[in-house]
Nanobody, 127 residues
Framework: QVTLVESGGGLVQTGGSLSISCAASMRTFSLYAMGWFRQAPGKESEFVAA????????VYADSVKGRFTISRDNAKNTVYLQMNSLNPEGTDVYYCAGEYEQIGGIVITDASRYDLWGQGTQVAVSS
């Protein structure tokens, strides 16, 4: 089966940095547009960042632009999210998502368009 597995979550202090990863099992990873979403307890999932199949285009939520960086290594079937200058926003679960996309340059920001989802990795920021 095709799976997405997030890793790298943990506890960091306000202003600190953390990098999380999403490892994909499929052979055709390079044909999947990827994205990151996060969800706080009791709240709706929100878009964080997205990247096109080849990594040439990226889109960020206004709340993280300038602080977060999404990237991918298709040779390793992995997408990353580098988070810097973390705000004291509590605990969130970050989810990796993927969608088969044969058209190059497409970035997906709508959660409903993604078919594949990982189990999530928890990131807690202490103030």
């Amino acid at each position: 089966q095709v799976t997405l597995v997030e890793s790298g979550g943990g506890l960091v202090q306000t202003g600190g940095s953390l990098s999380i990863s999403c490892a994909a099992s499929m052979r055709t990873f390079s044909l999947y547009a990827m994205g990151w979403f996060r969800q706080a307890p009791g709240k709706e999932s929100e878009f964080v960042a997205a990247i096109s199949t080849g990594g040439g285009r990226t889109v960020y939520a206004d709340s993280v632009k300038g602080r977060f960086t999404i990237s991918r290594d298709n040779a390793k079937n992995t997408v990353y999210l580098q988070m810097n200058s973390l705000n004291p926003e509590g605990t969130d679960v970050y989810y990796c998502a993927g969608e088969y996309e044969q058209i190059g340059g497409i970035v997906i920001t709508d959660a409903s368009r993604y078919d594949l989802w990982g189990q999530g990795t928890q990131v807690a920021v202490s103030s």
